[in-house]
C-alpha cells in the first residue's frame, strides 16, 4: 500500500471522476444529470478526491449546505481502493472544511443493503448516528447526524488543513 492525499478536486479530476460514479452506480441507483455535477462542485471549491494514477481516482466526495446545515453528498471509494482509510480520509477532511458546531448530515445506504454495510461503518465510526429513513428518487436511504467538533481553526483552506496519509 502507499501514501495518499486529499486534495480538492481539479478540472482535470472530472473524467475519472465520472468513471469513479459508474463504478459506484450500482449502489446509489441512477445518478441523472449526475454528469454536471462534479464540474460545479469543482468551481464552488467543494469537491475534493484522492487520485490513484493520473486517469483514476481512489475516492473522491462533494459537500453542499449552508448555515443551516452541512452535507456529505456524495462520498465513493474504487472497489480496488477499499480497505485503505480513504473513505476515513475524506470524512475527516470534509468535517474539517466545516464551521465549528456545524450539523452535518449523510444519506447512505439502509441495512438492508449488504454493499452498503461499510459505509454506514464509516460514518458511525466517525461520529455519525442515524436520524431517519428518507426516501430520495425512489430509494431509501438512511440519514445520519454529527455536529463538527468546536476546538479547531477556522481556516479550513490551507495546505496546512489538506490530509496526508500513509497507509
Not at 475519472?16 to 462534479?38: H, Q
Not at 480513504?86 to 450539523?103: D, E, H, N, Y
Not at 454495510?117 to 438512511?142: I, K, M, W
Amino acid at each position: 500500500m502507499g501514501s495518499f492525499h486529499v486534495l480538492p478536486a481539479a478540472a482535470n479530476d472530472i473524467l475519472p471522476w465520472l468513471a469513479l460514479a459508474n463504478e459506484v452506480e450500482y449502489l446509489f441507483g441512477p445518478m441523472l444529470e449526475f454528469d454536471a455535477i462534479p464540474a460545479r462542485k469543482v468551481m464552488e471549491k467543494r469537491a475534493y478526491c484522492v487520485s490513484s494514477s493520473a486517469n483514476r481516482l481512489a475516492g473522491a466526495m462533494l459537500l453542499g449546505g449552508s448555515d443551516s446545515g452541512y452535507w456529505i453528498r456524495w462520498l465513493a471509494v474504487s472497489s480496488a481502493s477499499r480497505g485503505r482509510g480513504i473513505g476515513t480520509a475524506l470524512v475527516t477532511t470534509a468535517l474539517k472544511a466545516f464551521p465549528p458546531r456545524s450539523s452535518v448530515y449523510v444519506d447512505t445506504f439502509v441495512d438492508d443493503t449488504l454493499d452498503g454495510r461499510a459505509a454506514r461503518r464509516l460514518y458511525e465510526r466517525s461520529g455519525f448516528t442515524p436520524l431517519s429513513v428518507v426516501c430520495d428518487g425512489g430509494v431509501q436511504r438512511l440519514r445520519y447526524f454529527r455536529e463538527t467538533p468546536s476546538d479547531r481553526k477556522e481556516d479550513y483552506g490551507s495546505e496546512a488543513n489538506l490530509l496526508s496519509h500513509k497507509s
